[in-house]
Protein backbone atom coordinates (compact mmCIF):
# COMPACT_ATOMS: atom_id res chain seq x y z
CA UNK A 1 0.00 0.00 0.00
CA UNK A 2 2.77 2.44 0.99
CA UNK A 3 4.29 1.67 -2.56
CA UNK A 4 0.88 2.95 -4.23
CA UNK A 5 0.92 6.05 -1.86
CA UNK A 6 4.29 7.37 -3.19
CA UNK A 7 3.29 6.19 -6.82
CA UNK A 8 0.01 8.29 -6.83
CA UNK A 9 1.88 11.49 -4.77
CA UNK A 10 5.09 10.90 -7.55
CA UNK A 11 2.60 11.40 -10.65
CA UNK A 12 -0.04 13.94 -8.59
CA UNK A 13 2.99 15.79 -8.56
CA UNK A 14 4.23 15.62 -12.05
CA UNK A 15 1.02 16.32 -12.80
CA UNK A 16 0.87 19.57 -11.08
CA UNK A 17 4.12 20.87 -12.52
CA UNK A 18 3.81 20.15 -15.96
CA UNK A 19 4.36 23.50 -17.87
CA UNK A 20 2.03 22.47 -21.05
CA UNK A 21 0.18 20.32 -22.83
CA UNK A 22 3.08 18.41 -23.94
CA UNK A 23 4.80 17.94 -20.72
CA UNK A 24 1.42 16.40 -19.68
CA UNK A 25 0.88 13.74 -22.29
CA UNK A 26 4.84 12.75 -21.14
CA UNK A 27 3.46 12.39 -17.56
CA UNK A 28 0.40 10.39 -18.88
CA UNK A 29 2.56 8.38 -20.80
CA UNK A 30 4.49 7.62 -17.88
CA UNK A 31 1.84 6.32 -15.41
CA UNK A 32 -1.34 5.15 -17.37
CA UNK A 33 0.42 4.29 -20.99
CA UNK A 34 0.62 0.71 -22.67
CA UNK A 35 4.09 1.05 -21.37
CA UNK A 36 3.28 3.19 -17.99
CA UNK A 37 3.61 1.88 -14.31
CA UNK A 38 0.17 1.77 -13.47
CA UNK A 39 -0.68 -0.33 -16.31
CA UNK A 40 2.58 -2.57 -15.61
CA UNK A 41 1.40 -2.90 -12.15
CA UNK A 42 -1.75 -3.68 -13.43
CA UNK A 43 -0.22 -6.73 -15.64
CA UNK A 44 1.31 -7.93 -12.77
CA UNK A 45 -2.05 -8.51 -10.76
CA UNK A 46 -2.58 -11.35 -13.05
CA UNK A 47 0.36 -13.54 -11.21
CA UNK A 48 -1.31 -13.06 -7.43
CA UNK A 49 -3.95 -15.39 -5.82
CA UNK A 50 -7.49 -14.51 -6.57
CA UNK A 51 -7.96 -12.67 -2.67
CA UNK A 52 -4.78 -10.93 -3.03
CA UNK A 53 -5.93 -9.95 -6.59
CA UNK A 54 -9.08 -8.33 -5.89
CA UNK A 55 -7.57 -6.19 -3.12
CA UNK A 56 -4.64 -5.09 -4.85
CA UNK A 57 -6.42 -4.33 -8.40
CA UNK A 58 -9.03 -2.49 -6.19
CA UNK A 59 -6.88 -0.02 -4.98
CA UNK A 60 -4.54 0.03 -7.76
CA UNK A 61 -7.89 1.09 -9.87
CA UNK A 62 -8.52 3.89 -7.08
CA UNK A 63 -5.15 5.27 -7.79
CA UNK A 64 -5.34 4.95 -11.48
CA UNK A 65 -9.01 6.80 -11.17
CA UNK A 66 -7.25 10.02 -9.60
CA UNK A 67 -4.24 10.42 -11.66
CA UNK A 68 -6.59 9.87 -14.46
CA UNK A 69 -8.90 12.84 -12.88
CA UNK A 70 -5.53 14.81 -12.41
CA UNK A 71 -4.57 14.40 -15.45
CA UNK A 72 -8.21 15.57 -16.97
CA UNK A 73 -8.45 18.71 -14.46
CA UNK A 74 -4.69 19.91 -15.15
CA UNK A 75 -5.60 19.58 -19.22
CA UNK A 76 -8.57 21.65 -19.15
CA UNK A 77 -6.28 24.11 -17.12
CA UNK A 78 -3.43 24.42 -19.52
CA UNK A 79 -5.82 25.03 -22.37
CA UNK A 80 -7.44 27.31 -20.74
CA UNK A 81 -4.03 29.30 -19.55
CA UNK A 82 -3.00 28.82 -23.17
CA UNK A 83 -6.72 30.62 -24.86
CA UNK A 84 -6.37 33.38 -22.16
CA UNK A 85 -2.54 33.72 -23.34
CA UNK A 86 -3.67 33.81 -26.94
CA UNK A 87 -6.49 36.26 -26.27
CA UNK A 88 -3.89 38.42 -24.84
CA UNK A 89 -0.82 38.33 -27.40
CA UNK A 90 -2.94 38.38 -30.45
CA UNK A 91 -5.45 41.00 -30.36
CA UNK A 92 -6.22 43.76 -32.86
CA UNK A 93 -7.47 47.68 -32.65
CA UNK A 94 -10.48 47.00 -34.43
CA UNK A 95 -10.34 51.06 -34.56
CA UNK A 96 -7.37 51.52 -36.24
CA UNK A 97 -7.72 53.55 -39.64
CA UNK A 98 -7.96 50.32 -42.32
CA UNK A 99 -4.86 50.26 -44.78
CA UNK A 100 -6.01 51.47 -47.96
CA UNK A 101 -5.71 48.75 -50.93
CA UNK A 102 -6.45 49.74 -54.60
CA UNK A 103 -8.54 46.72 -55.54
CA UNK A 104 -8.89 47.33 -59.42
CA UNK A 105 -10.41 50.90 -60.99
CA UNK A 106 -13.77 51.34 -62.45
CA UNK A 107 -14.10 51.17 -65.82
CA UNK A 108 -15.15 55.21 -67.21
CA UNK A 109 -18.70 53.76 -68.93
CA UNK A 110 -19.64 52.13 -65.60
CA UNK A 111 -18.40 55.30 -63.62
CA UNK A 112 -20.75 57.44 -66.30
CA UNK A 113 -24.07 55.11 -65.86
CA UNK A 114 -23.84 55.80 -62.23
CA UNK A 115 -23.36 59.19 -62.75
CA UNK A 116 -26.25 59.66 -65.54
CA UNK A 117 -28.49 57.42 -62.43
CA UNK A 118 -27.73 59.69 -59.68
CA UNK A 119 -28.52 62.71 -61.94
CA UNK A 120 -31.71 61.40 -63.04
CA UNK A 121 -32.56 59.47 -59.81
CA UNK A 122 -32.47 63.11 -57.93
CA UNK A 123 -35.13 63.99 -61.16
CA UNK A 124 -37.35 61.52 -60.16
CA UNK A 125 -36.95 58.43 -62.68
CA UNK A 126 -36.27 55.10 -62.11
CA UNK A 127 -34.09 52.56 -63.59
CA UNK A 128 -35.45 50.31 -66.12
CA UNK A 129 -34.44 47.42 -68.18
CA UNK A 130 -34.29 44.94 -71.05
CA UNK A 131 -32.69 42.30 -72.67
CA UNK A 132 -29.93 42.61 -75.12
CA UNK A 133 -30.94 39.72 -77.14
CA UNK A 134 -34.45 41.59 -78.19
CA UNK A 135 -37.25 40.17 -80.19
CA UNK A 136 -37.60 42.64 -83.78
CA UNK A 137 -41.03 43.70 -82.30
CA UNK A 138 -39.95 45.44 -79.57
CA UNK A 139 -36.25 47.01 -81.42
CA UNK A 140 -38.66 47.91 -84.73
CA UNK A 141 -42.40 47.07 -84.71
CA UNK A 142 -43.82 48.61 -81.48
CA UNK A 143 -41.27 51.87 -81.75
CA UNK A 144 -43.55 52.56 -85.20
CA UNK A 145 -40.59 50.87 -87.76
CA UNK A 146 -42.41 48.18 -89.68
CA UNK A 147 -40.41 45.76 -91.75
CA UNK A 148 -39.63 47.10 -94.87
CA UNK A 149 -38.83 50.74 -92.89
CA UNK A 150 -35.15 51.96 -94.15
CA UNK A 151 -34.21 53.06 -90.67
CA UNK A 152 -34.45 48.97 -90.29
CA UNK A 153 -31.46 49.23 -92.56
CA UNK A 154 -29.44 52.01 -91.52
CA UNK A 155 -29.09 50.21 -88.11
CA UNK A 156 -27.11 47.66 -89.29
CA UNK A 157 -28.54 45.27 -87.11
CA UNK A 158 -27.04 41.90 -85.90
CA UNK A 159 -29.10 39.08 -86.71
CA UNK A 160 -29.13 36.04 -84.22
CA UNK A 161 -29.75 33.00 -86.21
CA UNK A 162 -32.56 30.30 -85.75
CA UNK A 163 -32.54 26.72 -86.18
CA UNK A 164 -33.35 25.50 -89.70
CA UNK A 165 -36.77 25.95 -90.83
CA UNK A 166 -37.92 27.99 -88.30
CA UNK A 167 -39.81 30.78 -90.07
CA UNK A 168 -40.77 33.05 -87.26
CA UNK A 169 -38.19 36.13 -87.39
CA UNK A 170 -34.86 36.27 -86.17
CA UNK A 171 -34.48 37.71 -82.70
CA UNK A 172 -31.89 40.89 -82.74
CA UNK A 173 -29.18 42.31 -80.84
CA UNK A 174 -30.95 45.66 -79.80
CA UNK A 175 -29.41 48.46 -81.56
CA UNK A 176 -30.91 50.66 -79.41
CA UNK A 177 -31.93 51.22 -75.84
CA UNK A 178 -35.63 52.26 -77.39
CA UNK A 179 -36.84 48.80 -76.82
CA UNK A 180 -37.53 49.41 -72.94
CA UNK A 181 -39.81 52.21 -73.59
CA UNK A 182 -41.89 49.22 -74.05
CA UNK A 183 -41.28 46.90 -72.07
CA UNK A 184 -41.22 49.52 -68.92
CA UNK A 185 -44.88 51.02 -70.51
CA UNK A 186 -46.25 47.61 -70.61
CA UNK A 187 -44.92 46.72 -67.37
CA UNK A 188 -45.54 50.03 -65.78
CA UNK A 189 -48.27 51.73 -67.79
CA UNK A 190 -48.37 55.48 -67.43
CA UNK A 191 -47.70 57.65 -65.74
CA UNK A 192 -44.38 56.57 -65.85
CA UNK A 193 -40.84 58.48 -66.07
CA UNK A 194 -38.00 55.90 -66.02
CA UNK A 195 -34.13 56.12 -67.80
CA UNK A 196 -32.54 52.38 -69.14
CA UNK A 197 -29.00 52.78 -69.45
CA UNK A 198 -27.32 49.40 -71.04
CA UNK A 199 -25.80 47.93 -73.79
CA UNK A 200 -26.97 48.35 -77.88
CA UNK A 201 -25.16 46.79 -80.77
CA UNK A 202 -24.67 47.72 -84.18
CA UNK A 203 -21.95 46.57 -86.99
CA UNK A 204 -19.63 49.51 -86.83
CA UNK A 205 -16.05 49.61 -86.20
CA UNK A 206 -14.03 52.85 -86.68
CA UNK A 207 -12.50 55.77 -83.86
CA UNK A 208 -15.74 56.58 -82.63
CA UNK A 209 -17.74 53.31 -83.28
CA UNK A 210 -17.47 50.09 -82.03
CA UNK A 211 -19.67 47.29 -82.55
CA UNK A 212 -21.06 47.02 -78.90
CA UNK A 213 -22.03 50.27 -77.21
CA UNK A 214 -23.82 52.29 -74.32
CA UNK A 215 -26.71 54.40 -74.33
CA UNK A 216 -29.12 55.91 -71.88
CA UNK A 217 -32.84 56.08 -73.03
CA UNK A 218 -34.93 58.61 -71.03
CA UNK A 219 -38.68 58.06 -71.10
CA UNK A 220 -41.87 60.53 -68.98
CA UNK A 221 -44.97 60.01 -69.83
CA UNK A 222 -47.84 62.04 -68.27
CA UNK A 223 -51.12 63.75 -69.37
CA UNK A 224 -49.49 67.25 -69.92
CA UNK A 225 -45.82 66.96 -70.92
CA UNK A 226 -44.76 68.95 -73.71
CA UNK A 227 -41.23 69.75 -75.46
CA UNK A 228 -40.43 71.94 -72.99
CA UNK A 229 -40.00 69.98 -70.37
CA UNK A 230 -38.27 67.87 -72.33
CA UNK A 231 -35.90 70.91 -72.85
CA UNK A 232 -35.29 71.80 -69.07
CA UNK A 233 -34.67 68.15 -68.44
CA UNK A 234 -31.73 67.86 -70.99
CA UNK A 235 -30.30 71.25 -69.75
CA UNK A 236 -30.78 70.34 -65.95
CA UNK A 237 -28.75 66.52 -66.98
CA UNK A 238 -25.86 68.92 -69.09
CA UNK A 239 -25.00 71.27 -66.00
CA UNK A 240 -24.55 68.26 -63.36
CA UNK A 241 -23.17 65.83 -65.76
CA UNK A 242 -20.44 68.08 -66.91
CA UNK A 243 -20.40 70.26 -63.82
CA UNK A 244 -20.64 73.57 -65.13
CA UNK A 245 -22.97 76.20 -64.02
CA UNK A 246 -24.81 77.01 -67.80
CA UNK A 247 -25.05 74.63 -70.80
CA UNK A 248 -26.64 75.82 -73.87
CA UNK A 249 -28.89 73.06 -75.53
CA UNK A 250 -29.50 73.63 -79.44
CA UNK A 251 -32.38 71.27 -80.58
CA UNK A 252 -32.00 70.80 -84.60
CA UNK A 253 -35.41 69.11 -86.16
CA UNK A 254 -34.51 65.72 -87.16
CA UNK A 255 -36.36 62.44 -87.81
CA UNK A 256 -37.40 59.18 -85.48
CA UNK A 257 -39.89 56.99 -86.62
CA UNK A 258 -41.04 56.87 -82.64
CA UNK A 259 -41.09 60.84 -81.71
CA UNK A 260 -42.99 63.24 -83.37
CA UNK A 261 -41.59 65.77 -83.57
CA UNK A 262 -38.41 64.99 -83.38
CA UNK A 263 -34.70 66.78 -83.02
CA UNK A 264 -30.98 66.00 -82.41
CA UNK A 265 -29.31 67.37 -78.97
CA UNK A 266 -26.58 69.67 -79.34
CA UNK A 267 -24.47 71.07 -76.80
CA UNK A 268 -22.76 74.79 -77.03
CA UNK A 269 -19.06 74.15 -76.62
CA UNK A 270 -15.98 75.36 -78.35
CA UNK A 271 -12.41 73.53 -79.20
CA UNK A 272 -9.67 75.22 -78.08
CA UNK A 273 -5.91 74.06 -78.59
CA UNK A 274 -7.59 70.92 -78.67
CA UNK A 275 -9.30 71.25 -75.29
CA UNK A 276 -13.55 70.82 -75.20
CA UNK A 277 -14.83 73.11 -73.19
CA UNK A 278 -18.81 73.01 -72.34
CA UNK A 279 -21.28 75.88 -72.32
CA UNK A 280 -19.39 78.56 -74.28
CA UNK A 281 -17.76 79.20 -77.72
CA UNK A 282 -19.40 78.50 -81.61
CA UNK A 283 -19.42 74.94 -81.76
CA UNK A 284 -22.07 72.27 -81.45
CA UNK A 285 -21.59 69.04 -80.32
CA UNK A 286 -24.37 66.24 -81.20
CA UNK A 287 -25.03 64.21 -77.99
CA UNK A 288 -27.95 62.75 -79.12
CA UNK A 289 -31.39 62.43 -80.33
CA UNK A 290 -35.18 63.32 -78.46
CA UNK A 291 -38.53 63.69 -79.27
CA UNK A 292 -42.05 63.61 -78.44
CA UNK A 293 -43.30 59.71 -77.89
CA UNK A 294 -45.36 59.31 -81.26
CA UNK A 295 -48.37 58.08 -80.71
CA UNK A 296 -48.58 54.78 -82.20
CA UNK A 297 -45.83 54.06 -79.81
CA UNK A 298 -48.08 54.38 -76.93
CA UNK A 299 -50.25 52.20 -78.06
CA UNK A 300 -48.43 49.60 -79.27
CA UNK A 301 -47.18 49.60 -75.46
CA UNK A 302 -51.45 49.69 -74.32
CA UNK A 303 -50.98 53.69 -73.47
CA UNK A 304 -53.80 55.79 -74.86
CA UNK A 305 -52.39 58.68 -76.70
CA UNK A 306 -55.55 60.48 -75.77
CA UNK A 307 -54.84 61.29 -72.31
CA UNK A 308 -51.22 60.64 -72.17
CA UNK A 309 -48.39 62.22 -73.94
CA UNK A 310 -44.38 62.53 -73.40
CA UNK A 311 -41.35 62.95 -74.32
CA UNK A 312 -37.98 60.25 -74.89
CA UNK A 313 -34.22 60.82 -75.43
CA UNK A 314 -31.67 58.64 -76.57
CA UNK A 315 -27.93 59.79 -75.45
CA UNK A 316 -24.45 58.03 -75.91
CA UNK A 317 -23.07 56.89 -72.86
CA UNK A 318 -19.71 56.36 -74.49
CA UNK A 319 -19.57 59.26 -75.83
CA UNK A 320 -20.42 61.39 -73.13
CA UNK A 321 -17.47 59.87 -71.27
CA UNK A 322 -14.98 60.73 -73.69
CA UNK A 323 -16.20 64.03 -73.54
CA UNK A 324 -16.14 64.45 -69.90
CA UNK A 325 -13.05 62.61 -69.56
CA UNK A 326 -11.00 63.83 -72.46
CA UNK A 327 -10.85 60.07 -73.35
CA UNK A 328 -9.44 60.28 -77.60
CA UNK A 329 -10.35 56.71 -78.99
CA UNK A 330 -13.22 54.75 -78.29
CA UNK A 331 -11.81 51.10 -79.19
CA UNK A 332 -9.61 51.38 -76.15
CA UNK A 333 -12.72 51.13 -74.03
CA UNK A 334 -13.56 47.77 -74.82
CA UNK A 335 -9.55 46.49 -75.32
CA UNK A 336 -9.27 45.83 -71.44
CA UNK A 337 -5.75 46.73 -71.44
CA UNK A 338 -4.59 47.40 -67.62
CA UNK A 339 -2.49 50.12 -68.51
CA UNK A 340 -5.40 52.10 -69.88
CA UNK A 341 -7.66 51.19 -66.87
CA UNK A 342 -5.59 52.47 -64.15
CA UNK A 343 -4.99 55.86 -66.23
CA UNK A 344 -8.42 56.69 -66.43
CA UNK A 345 -10.33 54.52 -64.16
CA UNK A 346 -12.20 55.77 -61.41
CA UNK A 347 -11.64 54.41 -57.71
CA UNK A 348 -13.39 51.49 -56.54
CA UNK A 349 -16.67 51.87 -53.85
CA UNK A 350 -16.25 55.55 -54.57
CA UNK A 351 -20.28 56.06 -55.75
CA UNK A 352 -20.79 59.56 -57.25
CA UNK A 353 -23.93 61.05 -56.02
CA UNK A 354 -25.16 64.79 -56.53
CA UNK A 355 -24.31 66.20 -52.81
CA UNK A 356 -20.49 64.80 -52.96
CA UNK A 357 -19.93 65.61 -56.19
CA UNK A 358 -19.96 63.65 -59.60
CA UNK A 359 -16.13 62.75 -60.10
CA UNK A 360 -14.13 63.16 -57.78
N1 LIG B 1 -33.04 55.39 -80.38
C1 LIG B 1 -32.44 56.51 -81.04
C2 LIG B 1 -31.09 56.08 -81.58
O1 LIG B 1 -30.55 55.12 -81.16
C3 LIG B 1 -32.29 57.68 -80.11
C4 LIG B 1 -33.58 58.24 -79.64
C5 LIG B 1 -34.15 57.79 -78.47
C6 LIG B 1 -34.25 59.22 -80.36
C7 LIG B 1 -35.36 58.30 -78.02
C8 LIG B 1 -35.45 59.73 -79.93
C9 LIG B 1 -36.01 59.29 -78.77
O2 LIG B 1 -30.54 56.71 -82.43
Redesign the pocket.
Same mark, same amino acid.
Given at each position: MDGLDTLKAKYLTAVAGAADETALEEVRLAALGKKGEVSALMAGLGKMDPDARKAAGAALNVVKDEIDAALRARKAGLADAALDERLRTEWLDVTLPGRPRRMGTIHPVSQVMEELTAIFADMGFAVAEGPQVETDWYNFDALNIPPEHPARQEHDTFFMHRADGDERPPHVLR????PV?IRALMDKGAPIRVIAPGR?YRMDMDQTHTPMFH?I? $?LAIDRNISMANLKWVIEEFAKAFFEVPSVEVRFRASH?P??EP?AEIDFRCSWEGGQLRLGEGDSWLEA????MVHPKVLRAAGVDPDHFQGF?? $?LGIDRLAMLKYGIPDLRAFFESDLRWLRHYGFAALDMPNLPGGLSR
Open positions: THTSQVQE $GFFTSGGCGAF $G
